[in-house]
């Protein structure tokens, strides 16, 4: 990665100036590197809501507006004109592809889709009802051994392979984690299909009869998959850069984002939000759990409400409700969870609760109803999360390892435990 930033002034602190930089888009940042030299302080920002950890040319949110941009185009218009391959092509290679490089970005990605036929043995591990993130935390994990003496990181050429490797192995892991879940035989990939396509097929075709997998809810499904591919230095996002930053394999650093997604603030809260929306059940239940969202000695909240960034409404969360009105009209299915789904948006939305602190709805409101009505159950919703956002980590993963002012994540702290004192024998305690 070329930097690109730009020196827009300096900041004053405690007397010595720091230097201020800007980038395309969004808040200046003050580069506090030389702070503890200079001033012997560290800063102190938990959760990192005032911290930017790195310079990136990925994706860029303007959560006031509710924009986000992959490689600078609008999220609502890639999903309408792009598909999954394309789109992964962007966020990798930082342009649209041209017709031909599309063709074999395709190809590439295609003939990495089967797994090691080893690997089928580890799946033997698990219980039959494990949940399908716990499999696929184990099973990306697991692949790493198969990789990790064949990729020199600092090799271009071995990065771009486990890149390929990654994007196209996850659906075929996913589809995997889930046959075994329901009991029914892996189904391998096939070359003649396209990237969502073929996940479909490998989830949803059994040998006893033939699989036509339905073009509408494929185009459907790949929209959703663009509209989670890639969204900042979010929480699985960060875990996948500092497991990378200390020269882990990618598909071990894969893992980690995998086990961070799976936390019900992050990548659960799609499987969270349709638990919640079937706890409600009907739309005169609404208030009682609004008012539970608000009472700060109750643990509820809204799933799929709220965000750390967007304090707008998430605009992927529009194409969603657009996907899901789709998907139930192409599936002939009307889901009364959607129409809570609606008014209770509609309530909250003129709640001054919700009002003054922003929260909007966000990807993973609408993302079950429409999971569900494509025919996953919700223990696969975040595995879905998961194979779409592969592709925003390990493109970041990449940008991180060429970075110049790239090196190894090390936070300090602030401590606050016993001060400094001698061990006591056993028997003087
Ligand atoms: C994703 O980071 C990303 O980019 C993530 C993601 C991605 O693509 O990678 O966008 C995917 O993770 C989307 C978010 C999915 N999670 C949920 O839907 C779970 C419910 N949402 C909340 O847990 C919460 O909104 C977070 C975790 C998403 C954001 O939390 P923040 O920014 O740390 O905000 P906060 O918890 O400090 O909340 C601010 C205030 C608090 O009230 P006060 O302490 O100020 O009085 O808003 C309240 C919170 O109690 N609040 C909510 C709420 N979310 C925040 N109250 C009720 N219901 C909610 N959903």
Redesign the pocket.
């Known amino acids: 990665m070329q930097s690109k930033i730009q020196q827009a002034g300096t900041a004053i602190i405690e007397g010595t100036e720091f230097p201020v930089y800007k980038g395309t888009h969004g808040n200046e940042v003050i580069d506090i590197r030389n702070l503890t030299k200079v001033t012997g302080k560290f800063t102190f920002d938990p959760?990192f809501?005032s911290t930017a950890s790195c310079e990136s040319q990925i994706t860029f949110?303007d959560g006031d507006e509710g924009m986000l941009l992959y490689r600078g185009y609008p999220i609502e218009q890639l999903a309408e004109q792009a598909d999954f391959i394309e789109t992964a092509y962007l966020l990798l290679e930082g342009e649209l592809p041209t017709r031909e490089e599309c063709a074999k970005f395709r190809n590439d990605i295609t003939y990495h889709t089967m797994v090691h036929e080893h690997f089928l043995k580890f799946f033997d591990g698990f219980r039959r009802d494990a949940h399908p993130m716990a499999i696929m935390c184990g099973a990306v994990g697991a692949l790493s051994a198969f990789y990790h003496d064949s990729t020199d990181i600092h090799d271009p050429e071995a990065r771009k392979i486990a890149v390929h490797r990654m994007i196209a192995k996850m659906p075929t892991i996913a589809a995997m984690a889930y046959k075994y879940t329901i009991g029914q035989p892996f189904v391998y990939p096939r070359n003649d299909l396209h990237y969502t396509e073929n996940f479909m097929h490998m989830c949803f075709s059994v040998p006893a009869e033939d699989y036509e997998v339905n073009k509408t809810l494929a185009s459907a499904l790949d929209k959703i998959f663009i509209l989670?591919m890639d969204?900042?230095q979010?929480?699985?996002?960060s875990t996948v850069r500092l497991a990378g930053s200390s020269g882990a394999n990618p598909f071990a650093c894969i893992a980690a984002g995998i086990a961070c997604l799976w936390g019900?603030?992050?990548?659960g809260?799609n499987e969270?939000?349709l638990n919640m929306l079937q706890e409600i059940g009907t739309v005169d239940r609404i208030p009682e759990y609004i008012a539970k969202?608000?009472d700060?000695s109750d643990p509820f909240?809204?799933?799929?409400?709220?965000?750390?960034?967007y304090k707008n409404y998430?605009p992927r969360a529009k194409v969603m409700q657009k996907a899901s009105a789709e998907v139930l009209e192409a599936v002939g299915v009307k889901d009364p969870l959607l129409d809570v789904a609606k008014e209770l948006e509609k309530i909250a939305l003129e709640d001054e609760y919700f009002v003054e602190?922003k929260?909007y709805p966000?990807?993973?409101?609408y993302s079950g109803i429409t999971l569900r009505a494509l025919g996953f159950p919700r223990s696969m919703f975040t595995p879905l999360f998961a194979l779409a956002?592969t592709v925003g980590w390990i493109a970041q993963w990449r940008e991180m390892l060429e970075d110049p002012n790239q090196k190894i994540g090390r936070p300090r702290q602030l401590y606050t435990g016993a001060a400094k004192r001698d061990f006591v024998p056993m028997d003087q305690r």
């Open positions: 959760g809501t949110i989670h969204h900042e979010n929480a699985s996002t019900p603030a992050h990548g809260a969270a939000a969202a608000k700060k909240r809204l799933m799929g409400f709220g965000h750390r960034v998430d602190k929260l966000n990807i993973d409101f956002r």
